[in-house]
């Protein structure tokens, strides 16, 4: 092996090891038996996981997060896949800056997105009464933001290249435009939408900054229930919970990944 | 089955003008090809009858019914695209099976016709097979297939050999042939490769421009071809460009005085002989036709000396290309028999180009820019 080869190996290892420690950290906190987090605990236990369930905030707020994530992933679908296959199809005015500006909320400040959207659903439950502020719809809807991008940019990569001669050969053979799109078009792109759904579904569910300003009492997500109970203390609870966060995210990965397979897709 | 009719086609995009006033009855069960090289709008005629382009004007009917107003999937043609389009996540029993689920037949009818279908192509065992599990050949008889299950009034054809290799290209235009004929299916067929065209067609149609040059069948279009494109383009040529001296006489540009059958009514020049003072004709030659000797045939109208300037040894044919005392130049193909009396040519010696007068074909030497694809 060539040194420049070693040097690239222990340069990969270093970076996967920086990324990995904090998650390796967290885990093995949620299992020291010490009530203050202390070096080295003093024995484990795994107490701290069925703590979890006596914070009314914890429980709630995953349920929260999980209601908003699915219901702002299936909103991203709904909107982010025509809205990919235009850009990818059809040649307008402004399409390129339509491309642009469906990308944007990615490298807008969650504050500041939170910010807007508040004053915004403020000023419309204001005008049109409706209760959107600190609501469940007010919260998706302003998720299916985040969520906008990600599902523009995966299904917009699995269009390039695609062979539009087959959506030809089915309308030849009879098929109309919708049956061509459900029986040809999705399943071809499906390993994009796929992917689009995951990460819709991770980005809504750990969302923190944005969310911040759109919660209101009695509704709260859970990363935003894991900050609340740090502003109090800091026990190995805060790390339990993480831990499962990290597994149910990790989980949904490997699930995803058994049927399509993520590291072609991105 | 039934006839396929275009009357007056014409697309255009904006200026452009891809085709131009396409016109064309096409009998139950003929294959008709178009030829011509890209660009000339043979494809561009294949969409409009497959309902992908609409036309700007123009009528196209399939079995007496009107269909230009009509969307691609309402028109029950059977299109074999270039690249076959084949549903790269349905086996190919499930492509077979497309058309006739989207016609809504019952299950068990559409098992049997997609078995049929695969013992027709010869694909009895590989009906579960993933497009990308299969040949090239086989993946071109699963498109072929898919395209006659569902019994179109018209088979379209969308260069189907052009993504084989030369020895199964042979193979299967034949293939393709026989199966057009045993169904009897009305057919149109697009392609820039003249030997294909030659090889399957009924009738050609030679395109260039957008516009139509020539329809016939290959005869007609080898031995009467109505202008020089034509000439050129279907089968090899030799063009002497000049003028007419009086009919039956012909100058070229080098200073040779030619004869060639000035009576016949054939060749498109003859119709306008009447002013043809300074008018630019071409004289048209086929190489197969002109005989090489050592010295003038006197019992041949037309002889004229030159010289061996290449040669290529093509086996059942030696190709000389013979550089006249004019000037210009003439490929000349000596049949390769083996007989005793053939002699080969070797270069830089003289010879004799003779022909009789009726090989020379005079047409209207209007030089087309898109010859240079030949």
Redesign the interface.
Known sequence: MTAGRVALRVAAGLALGFILLPLVLVSWLSFFRDDVVVFPPSGYTLRWFRAILDQRNFVDGFVTSLEVGVFAMLAGLALGVPASLCLARYRFRGRESLGLLLLTPLVVPGVVAGTAIYVFQVETEILTHLPLVASLPGLVLAHVVITIPWTVRLVSASLTGF?R??E?????????PW??FR??TL??IRPGVVAAALFGFVISFGNLEMTLFLIGPGRTTLPIAILQYLEWRIDPVIAAVSLLQILVIGAAMVATDRYVKLARVL | MARIELEAVSKRYGDFHAVRDFSIKIDQGELVVLLGPSGCGKTTTLRMI???VPVTSGRIRLGGRDVTGL????R????V?Q?Y?????LTAAENIA??LE??GLPDAVVREKVASALRLVRLDDLGDRLPRQLSGGQQQRVALA??LV?EPDALLLDEPLSNLDAKLREEVRVEIRQLQRALGLTTVMVTHDQDEALAMADRLVVMSAGAIQQIGTQRELYEHPSNRFVAGFVGRTNFLSGELVEPGVFRSDGGLTLRYDGRSALSGGVASIGRMSGARRALALRPERLALGASADPARSNHVAGTVEFASYLGAMIEYYVRLSSGETLRVHAPNTGAAGDRAWALGETVHVSWPVEVGLVLEDEHHPEEEHR
Do not use: C, S
Not at chain 1, 170 to 175: D, F, K, P, S
Not at chain 2, 71 to 74: K, T
Not at chain 2, 76 to 79: E, F, Q, S
């Open positions: 062979d001669t087959v030809e050969a089915a309308q030849n053979l009879g098929a109309g049956t061509t029986r040809v399943p071809l | 497959a309902g992908f969307p691609a999937h309402r029950n043609t059977g299109l695209f690249g389009a084949l549903f790269p996540h497309f058309g989207m016609r898919r395209a569902i």
